[in-house]
């Protein structure tokens, strides 16, 4: 009876782990959260769209959809470097924006184990 048990516990605990990795997509007025749908570039501005909802953004998102960075922001390359990691690892990563921004501007990315 112990083993059953047992087993029964540690398989619980495989499916919670499992299910806590799952896809977590979700935008509200400051950030995204979720997967990179799409990255594309155009006239010096980066362009990326999330499984997320963008229009929930307090921002005016390009098209609905799209947050932006400049090529000319300082730290592009830094950023921009994020997103390919979390695109080619298919890793969820978060899009802060800055409120109120004309075309949903990025702040920062963030990653988490």
Known sequence: MKKQKAIYVVCMVVFLVLLSSSVYAACDADRCLGKIDRLYMQSGTLYISTDGDET???C?????????IPTSNP???NLYAMMLTSMSLNNTIGLRIAN?????????TYMDN
């Open 56 to 58: 929930l953004l307090d």
């Open 100 to 108: 109120g921004s004309e075309s949903c501007s990025l702040v920062y």
């Open 60 to 68: 005016n998102a390009p098209a609905g959809v799209y947050i932006t």
């Open 75 to 77: 730290e592009f390359k």
